[in-house]
């Protein structure tokens, strides 16, 4: 006697349908996949477990407006004069502020601000960006865009040339000092300090020095009696440290920034 399929089994599926479904799985297994390959640096906090840790702060972005020209009419001499000026103003295209998160670790927010595109490109180079990724804690005095640029015209482009990464990374090892110290504990290290001065220890070795100005009670950062520069950015909290920008170029004590490169 032959036997009937029940009435309760599946029928079978159409190429069309198997096509579907494996498509499907595909795109599971490819998923499970990519957020297994997700790295997260050792140095992010969790914000599940770290009271208050998600907090952000706007960091500045003023390249695009310092690097602004204005551009010519596209219709010269002819209609009115709105023809004859296109919207093209540094209100029309300015740079935005990006975000800095606190529960991110530096290299992140590095990587993120327009500002510090120069600096991080150069501890790219050095081989300094992934020590920023590690738990720390660092305390970084980051150099914007405008310090960077200037200083590599000064030197006909020597900050760029692979035959300096050593004293780049020199450089840059200075700007980066070991502990954290956000602005309120700086500030009152500073003003305990016997003649309101401090040094920090720092990757390059040779000790940063921290002060006020007397006559804007400004903090200071740098040498004493060579290149310094005032804070601009005042200690975004960090999950392996703390960022600050600098207004200006930062060099280790003994060095000066090099003369205005002569014309071929």
């Not at 996949?33 to 208050?52: E, K």
């Not at 800095?100 to 150069?122: K, N, V, W």
Request: proline residues 10%.
């Amino acid at each position: 006697m032959r036997s009937h399929p029940s009435r309760h089994a599946s029928p079978p599926l159409s190429p069309q349908q198997w096509h579907g479904r494996l498509t499907r799985h595909r795109l599971a297994l490819a998923g499970v996949a990519l957020l297994g390959g997700c790295a997260q640096s050792p140095a992010r906090q969790d914000t599940y477990t770290t009271p208050l840790s998600t907090c952000a702060y706007m960091m500045p972005t003023v390249s695009g407006t310092r690097t602004y020209t204005h551009g010519g009419s596209s219709t010269p001499g002819q209609g009115t004069p709105q023809h004859n000026n296109p919207v093209d103003s540094v209100v029309a295209y300015g740079n935005p502020q990006t975000a800095a998160f606190c529960d991110r670790p530096l290299s992140d927010t590095l990587r993120s601000s327009i500002e510090l595109a120069d600096y991080t490109h150069l501890l790219d180079s050095t081989g300094l960006f992934s020590t920023l990724q590690q738990a720390g804690p660092y305390t970084v005095f980051a150099l914007p865009n405008s310090a960077l640029e200037n200083q590599n015209a000064r030197t006909g482009g020597q900050l760029l040339d692979p035959a300096n990464t050593r004293a780049v990374r020199s450089m840059l090892g200075y700007t980066i000092v070991t502990g954290k110290w956000p602005h309120k504990a700086l500030r009152e290290a500073v003003n305990a300090a016997p003649g309101h001065s401090l040094s920090l220890p720092t990757l390059n070795g040779q000790p940063l020095s921290v002060w006020l100005d007397p006559q804007t009670d400004q903090i200071m950062v740098g040498s004493p009696h060579g290149v310094s520069s005032q804070l601009w950015v005042m200690g975004i909290p960090q999950a392996n440290g703390v960022l600050y920008f600098t207004r200006s170029l930062l060099l280790p004590p003994g060095a000066q920034p090099a003369a205005p490169a002569s014309a071929p």
